[in-house]
C-alpha cells in the first residue's frame, strides 16, 4: 500500500468491516403513501432491510393450484438461506390447511408484493418481551408470505393474519407490517399476547389517502376506536391483555394507546422519534414539527404530492446539514485556513464508534441513528396502481445495500424471472456471481472517504435512476397493448426489461467499485 491516501481508507474499511459482524440495532424503516398523496395515484409502501443477516437474492414464485385436503408447511428459518430451495437451516414448524389457490409473490427475505398488486413492508419495533411465546407456530416473515399467498386487498390481509395468529399464535417480537394495495394503505403492528398463551394482540389503522405515514422501529398507533371499522381493526383481546397485565386501567381515566400499552420503550427511543421527525419534516416542513417530540401525527398530508423520487432521496438521508448530522464534528484546515467538514466524513459509522466521538449523546439501544445505513440488505419502494392491469400496474423498485449508495430496478409484479446474479446469497463469501456483492462493495468503499467518493457513485446511481424513470411510460406502454393481446407476451416483455436492467446496474456497480479502488489507495 502506497501514498497517505490509502491507508486510512483501508484502515476505515477493515474496522468497518470488523464493526459489521455484531448484532445491530434498530432495524428497517417504512414510508406510507396513499394515492390521494402521490403525485401519480399510486399507492406506496415501502421497507429498508437493515439488517446484516437476511439473505442476499430474491425469486419470483409463481402462483399455484392445491387439491383439496392439501396442507402449508410454515418454516424457520427462510430469511437465511443461501439459494432457492436451499434446506438447510430451515425447520418446518408446522402444518396448516392449504388454500385451493395460492398467489405468485416476489420472494425478498420478508415477501413484499403479490401478482395482485399487494405489498407489504416491514419495521421491527420489538415491545415487551414477556409477550413472546416462541412456541407458536408463525413469525413475521411467514405471516408476510402467508398474506401475500391467500389476499388481493390490505383488510384481506389483515383478516387473514389475524385469523392465522389466534389460532396457531405468533412467537415473534413486536412487528409492524405497512401494506398497500392499489386503492389502500394499512399501518399494522402486532405483538404476543403472553410468554404462555397462543395467540397476539394487533392493531390496524388506515392512512388518510391524502397522507404519508412512516414506521422506524417504534409502535406509533395510539387510540384506537373498534367502532370505526372503515379505518380500524384489531385483535378481540387487544384491550383485555393489557388490563390483565396492568399496563391499561380502563377506570384510570386515561385513554387506551396501543403503543404506550405494548411498546412503552419505543416513543422513548431517539433512534426512532427521530427518523418519524426527518419523514415528516422533509415531506411537510410547514408543520414545523419538533425533533425532540416523543410523539408526532400518526400520518400528514404532505406540502406537495410525492415522487417516487422523493421517497428514494429520504432513504438516502443522513440528517446531512441539520443540527443531527452525524458528520458535523470531522473537520480539516482548508488551503484558506477556515476549518471544512473533511472528505472522510463518514455518516455510515458503526454503533460502537459514535460515544467515542460523542455525536448527539452517543448511539446504542436508545441513541440516534439515521435514515440510510450501511448494514442494509435490500431496499424496496413499491407502486400499486389501479388504473392498469395488475402485471404492469404493480412494481418494486428494488436495491442492493445501502439505500444512500444503490440503483433502484423497477420489479413489475408480472415478470417471471430475475437474473441468475440476483439468486446467489453472498453472505458467507465475496463472490462475483453475486448481484448484492456488487452494491456492497461500492457501498462500503466509498463510506472511507464520502465527501469525495459520493460524487463518483452518485454520477452512476442517478444517471440509471433517470433512466429508468424516462423509459417508463413507453415501456408500460408497449407492455399494456402487449397485455391486450396477450399477457405473456406483456410479461416476457417486462422480464426481459427488468433483466437486461439489473445486470447493467450490477456490470456498472462492478466497473465503478475497481474504478474507486484504483483511485482512492494512493497508487497515483
Not at 399510486?42 to 446484516?52: A, E, L, M, P, W
Not at 389501479?386 to 418494486?396: E, K, Q, S
Amino acid at each position: 500500500m502506497k501514498g497517505k491516501k490509502g491507508v486510512p481508507a483501508l484502515a476505515g474499511l477493515m474496522l468497518l468491516t470488523l464493526l459489521s459482524f455484531q448484532q445491530e440495532l434498530h432495524c428497517c424503516t417504512c414510508i406510507l403513501v396513499g394515492k390521494k398523496a402521490s403525485v401519480d395515484g399510486s399507492v406506496t409502501t415501502s421497507h429498508t432491510c437493515d439488517s446484516r443477516k437476511d439473505r442476499t437474492w430474491l425469486e419470483i414464485v409463481a402462483g399455484k393450484k392445491h387439491k383439496e385436503g392439501s396442507t402449508g408447511g410454515v418454516y424457520a428459518g427462510l430469511r437465511f438461506i443461501k439459494f432457492p430451495g436451499d434446506t438447510a437451516g430451515v425447520r418446518l414448524r408446522g402444518e396448516i390447511p392449504q388454500r385451493r389457490e395460492t398467489y405468485g409473490y416476489i420472494n425478498t427475505a420478508y415477501p413484499c408484493m403479490n401478482e395482485h398488486q399487494l405489498a407489504i413492508g416491514e419495521s421491527t419495533f420489538g415491545g415487551r418481551e414477556e409477550l413472546r411465546n416462541k412456541n407458536c407456530l408463525f413469525a413475521c416473515e411467514e405471516l408476510c408470505r402467508f398474506a401475500l399467498e391467500r389476499a388481493r386487498t390490505c383488510r384481506e390481509a389483515i383478516t387473514i393474519i389475524g385469523e392465522l395468529v389466534k389460532e396457531y399464535g405468533y412467537n415473534d417480537s413486536g412487528e409492524c407490517l405497512m401494506f398497500a394495495d392499489k386503492e389502500e394503505a394499512w399501518h399494522f403492528e402486532i405483538a404476543g399476547c403472553g410468554s404462555d398463551c397462543v395467540g397476539a394482540v394487533w392493531a390496524a389503522r388506515r392512512l388518510p389517502e391524502d397522507h404519508v405515514g412512516v414506521n422506524a422501529n417504534a409502535s406509533r398507533i395510539m387510540e384506537i376506536d373498534i367502532q370505526d371499522s372503515e379505518n380500524f381493526m384489531a385483535s378481540e383481546n387487544v384491550f383485555e391483555v393489557a388490563e390483565r397485565n396492568g399496563w391499561y386501567d380502563p377506570q384510570g381515566g386515561e385513554p387506551f394507546r396501543f403503543c404506550y400499552a405494548y411498546d412503552p420503550e419505543g416513543r422513548r427511543s431517539l433512534a426512532a422519534r427521530r427518523r418519524e421527525w426527518r419523514v415528516f419534516d422533509l415531506l411537510a416542513p410547514s408543520l414545523h414539527l419538533d425533533p425532540n417530540a416523543e410523539n408526532y401525527p400518526f400520518s400528514v398530508k404532505p406540502d406537495t404530492l410525492v415522487t417516487l423520487a422523493r421517497i428514494m432521496e429520504i432513504f438516502r438521508d443522513t440528517y446531512e446539514d441539520t443540527e443531527f448530522d452525524m458528520t458535523k464534528f470531522m473537520l480539516v484546515e482548508g488551503e484558506d485556513g477556515k476549518f471544512v467538514k473533511s472528505p472522510y466524513a463518514n455518516p455510515f459509522m458503526h454503533y460502537d464508534m459514535m460515544p467515542l466521538f460523542k455525536v448527539n449523546g452517543g448511539w446504542g439501544k436508545m441513541g440516534e441513528r439515521c435514515i440510510a445505513r450501511y448494514y442494509c440488505t435490500y431496499i424496496t419502494v413499491t407502486q400499486s396502481r389501479a388504473w392498469m392491469p395488475d402485471p404492469v400496474g404493480g412494481i418494486v423498485w428494488l436495491g442492493w445495500d445501502n439505500p444512500a449508495m444503490t440503483s433502484f430496478v423497477p420489479l413489475y409484479c408480472g415478470i417471471t424471472d430475475v437474473p441468475a446474479s440476483w439468486k446467489v446469497c453472498g453472505r458467507h463469501a465475496f463472490n462475483r456471481d453475486c448481484a448484492w456483492w456488487a452494491a456492497n462493495r461500492v457501498a462500503d468503499l466509498s463510506a472511507q472517504k464520502w465527501g469525495h467518493m459520493r460524487v463518483e457513485v452518485d454520477s452512476v446511481r442517478a444517471g440509471f435512476e433517470r433512466e429508468a424513470f424516462a423509459a417508463q411510460a413507453a415501456l408500460e406502454e408497449k407492455a399494456l397493448a402487449l397485455y391486450e393481446k396477450s399477457p405473456r407476451k406483456a410479461r416476457k416483455h417486462l422480464t426481459r426489461y427488468t433483466n437486461d436492467f439489473a445486470l447493467r446496474v450490477g456490470k456498472a456497480y462492478w466497473k465503478l467499485g475497481d474504478f474507486l479502488w484504483w483511485k482512492y489507495t494512493g497508487l497515483f
